[in-house]
């Protein structure tokens, strides 16, 4: 234990040292998650749309105005030829396009079926797909109304709906995007910085050369890795503390769960994601190639193999056997879990069992490949 706490006495001196590296480690992560939590945003909340009518009736005015109206739609200009059409979706003005034939009021009038052709931009898939199903709720709408209004030109009774739908959104009630991105994002942060931050005291010592005098010394490599590990992951846990208060307090995300229980496992987290520092500092002695693994390994896998943005169930079968390789696809479900849906132990023994029982492999490979170094 005196070893022990003679290497945290150490580290403590070393980070004293270097205020600037603890400045940025604690303001980057709040960086990343203002950042991320405004540009990561799946919300759409206006389609543009360029408008060909050539019927310009009264009944075609009442059509494009049923997308106005619905708030979803912003009619951004009116055009007279499918080259406008595709010259403002080309220039990324326009999302959809309407062109209402020339016999469209001339069918409506009669009751015959009308076919009002709509080109979608489908550049980006999600906004083309939340246009298409726009539209067809607005056309479906549209439709309704206006038999209702011949049945009561006929002296019939209005159609009502057989089935209605009572919609009772759980869990996120407001569909907004950034209570489902930013508990994602503390799991990517905690694998982005923490590691980089362990995996660098070493490689420095290894590049000073005062790793030799820990080698020489009595202090064993499990010693060395606690005494690496905790003052690294204090300063870690302090990020989770900083990100989850802006994230309440300036994203207004949902906590329904357990803040104990969430701070409770993100140490876990915190002690693995430092422990892969730790064991990547092992495998190299450059600052440049110890930040380049340190990326490899954390960062792009994080982003892309947890869950973050790109759906697990998704993946192809594969790639989702694949995902249990980052501990990041554990937290984030935890976070997700805890912070949106309230959920407790016994929802979460699952990944709470995967991320300990990686955290505990990473430290004790990390302790078992330094041995080796110093043998």
Not at 59 to 80: L, Q
Not at 345 to 358: F, G, H, K, R
């Amino acid at each position: 234990m005196k070893r022990i706490l003679a290497m945290l006495r150490k580290e403590a001196i070393e980070i004293s040292r270097d205020p600037y590296s603890l400045g940025i480690a604690l303001i980057l992560p709040l960086i990343i998650l203002m950042l991320f939590g405004y540009a990561l945003n799946f919300d759409l909340k206006s389609v543009q749309i360029a408008v060909w009518d050539m019927d310009n009736s009264a009944e075609s005015r009442e059509y494009v105005s049923s997308f106005v109206t619905s708030g979803y739609f912003t009619v951004i200009a009116e055009v007279d030829s499918y080259q406008e059409i595709y010259s403002l979706m080309d220039r990324d003005k326009a999302d959809t396009a309407l062109v209402i034939p020339p016999d469209f009021s001339t069918n409506l009038v009669k009751g015959l079926p009308v076919g009002v052709q709509t080109i979608v931009d489908g550049s980006f898939p999600p906004t083309a797909k939340v246009a298409i199903n726009y539209t067809k709720a607005i056309n479906e709408m549209f439709s309704a109304k206006r038999i209702n209004h011949i049945l009561n030109l006929r002296g019939m009774p209005e159609l009502k709906e057989a089935v209605t739908a009572e919609l009772q959104v759980w869990a996120n009630p407001s569909l907004e995007s950034k209570n489902f991105i930013v508990p994602g994002l503390f799991g990517v942060i905690l694998m982005a910085f923490p590691p980089l931050l362990s995996v660098l005291a070493v490689v420095k010592e290894k590049e000073r050369g005062s790793i030799q005098q820990v080698m020489v010394s009595p202090i064993k490599p499990y010693e060395f890795i606690l005494g690496k590990l905790l003052p690294y992951s204090v300063i870690a846990f302090v990020e989770v503390l900083l990100i989850l208060v802006v994230g309440i307090l300036w994203f207004h995300i949902p906590v329904k769960g357990s803040i104990t229980l969430f701070l409770g496992l993100s140490v876990i987290y915190v002690l693995c994601t430092v422990g892969i520092g730790l064991l990547a500092s092992t495998v190299t002695n450059s600052q440049v190639v110890a930040m380049l693994l340190a990326l490899v390994i954390t960062v792009m896998p994080s982003m892309l193999f947890s869950g973050f943005v790109y759906p697990i169930f998704n993946m192809p079968q594969l790639f989702q056997y694949y995902t249990y390789l980052f501990p990041a696809r554990f937290y984030i479900a935890i976070s997700r879990g805890i912070l949106l849906q309230g959920n407790g132990i016994e929802y979460l023994w699952p990944d709470i069992l995967w991320l300990v029982s990686y955290t505990a492999a990473v430290i004790i490979l990390a302790a078992v490949r330094f041995k080796k170094k110093v043998a």
